[in-house]
């Protein structure tokens, strides 16, 4: 499908009237990261009870399967999205961001109707093989923003992420207990296929490929993954941006026992207080991203790494003491603010580091280290509270914000907008 709309997009875009500004674009691309987003997280409430009702051809348990099924797309998608990123600078971004969501459609249609959970597995890992579409959103928007105004464009995109993540959960599993867990699936393909559509029709990539796009192979790619992590400041900001995803991620797999040990006595709201405390941390996150990628677009996206870590750390440091729920959910809202800015600022600075053309390799390579993150940091929180308690967590994420702190502090280059020079052909239209 993604190549059959490609070739057809530019004129029907022209022929509709629609601009070209990078505002007009990152507002079609806001657009279809919020319908993915919504999509990919439908399927999270349910998918443990999902493999259960599925049951295993090889009588593993109900735990195991569901520990698989979440890290090994993150896996897969490690290995697959710095390949794709390159491949996205030789061919052009806007194809990528079809190939992610068409083939991401296709893979969730399909577990809709697996017969078991390793089947289910299986084809996780393959759609962490083909999709990727944040990346890929990233990239194509990091090429055609002037610099000046990247954070604020990044920003713009956490905050259709975030604001789908909290909208998904909540729409799948209404889905899933009206309809049955077919449906959410399904549901997701069809969002997948919108979005797809809306960036077909929408967007008008200003992509000149260079000479040697036919030059695939891996000797290519070695190079290009090379010279950019020689680059001043990009292996530095990878390494937090693998530090923010594990800082993050650390308390998930303990998060709603850690709330239902908060609460004195068993109630029917408990999946209600772990699922909020979630989704306050994500609402907040949205406002940080937008606010603080656009204030770090005026006084330097390092500066904005450095205090929102320090004050991530601050707001994380009573969590391990907190005695009842709402403690822990407004000390969560606070701390998803600074949250928001630690995932906005590196996007920038890694715009601000490199050239606009290999802008999907960048960005792949940094979706790989966020998938990496993504499949260290459960298994890192249940290690830590199997050895000192589910508080232990929280005092781990904190620590690792504080490393964060002082990498950004001493380890990073100024990001100064005179320090950089601009990227020609790019205007503030």
């Not at 449906?183 to 967007?203: D, H, K, N, Q, R």
């Not at 232990?392 to 950004?408: D, E, H, P, Q």
Request: charged share 10%; proline share 4%.
């Amino acid at each position: 499908m993604a190549k059959v709309l490609a070739p057809f997009a530019p004129s029907l875009a022209r022929s509709l009237g629609f601009p070209t500004s990078w505002k007009f674009t990152l507002g079609i691309v806001f657009a279809a990261q919020f319908f993915s987003a919504i999509g990919f997280s439908m399927v999270f409430p349910f998918l443990p009870l999902y493999i259960e009702s599925l049951g295993s051809r090889f009588a593993l348990s109900t735990e195991v399967l569901a520990g698989l099924v979440i890290a090994v797309q993150s896996v897969t998608m490690m290995i697959a999205a710095p390949i794709w990123g390159v491949v996205a600078d030789r061919f052009g971004r806007k194809k990528m961001i079809l190939r992610a969501m068409v083939g991401g459609g296709i893979f969730m249609i399909l577990m809709g109707f697996v017969q078991s959970a390793e089947q289910l597995i299986f084809l996780r890992a393959l759609q962490g093989l083909v999709t990727g579409t944040v990346s890929a959103n990233n990239a194509l928007v990091a090429a055609s923003t002037p610099r000046e105004r990247v954070g604020f464009a990044m920003g713009t995109l956490q905050l259709g992420l975030w604001s789908g993540v909290a909208v998904g959960p909540l729409l799948g599993g209404v889905l899933a207990d009206l309809f049955g867990y077919s449906v959410p699936f399904v549901a997701t393909a069809v969002l997948l296929l919108i979005g797809a559509l809306v960036i077909s029709v929408g967007v008008q990539e200003d992509f000149s490929p260079p000479k040697e796009k036919n030059a695939i192979h891996p000797t290519a790619f070695l190079l290009g993954w090379k010279m950019i992590l020689g680059t001043s400041g990009v292996s530095m900001v990878l390494l937090m941006r693998f530090l923010v995803g594990l800082a993050r991620s650390i308390i998930i797999p303990i998060a709603p026992l850690f709330v239902v040990s908060l609460i004195i006595s068993e109630t029917e709201t408990n999946n209600t207080y772990a699922g909020l405390m979630l989704a306050v941390s994500s609402a907040t996150s949205t406002f940080g991203a937008v606010y603080l990628g656009s204030l770090g677009d005026r006084i330097s996206h390092k500066k904005v790494l450095f205090w929102c870590a320090l004050v991530a750390m601050a707001l994380y440091i009573p969590q391990v003491f907190v005695a009842n729920v709402w403690q822990l959910l407004i000390l969560q809202g606070m701390a998803g603010i600074a949250a928001g800015g630690l995932v906005a600022a590196p996007s920038a600075l890694l715009s601000r580091y490199t050239d606009r053309g290999s802008a999907g390799a960048v960005y792949g390579l940094d979706n790989s280290v966020w998938s990496a993150s993504k499949a260290v940091a459960p298994l890192l929180g249940a290690t830590i509270a199997i050895w000192i308690g589910m508080r232990g967590a929280f005092a781990a994420s904190a620590l690792v914000f504080g490393m964060i702190a002082v990498i950004a502090w001493f380890c990073l280059p100024q990001d100064d907008l005179h320090s950089v020079e601009p990227r020609a052909g790019q205007t503030d239209d």
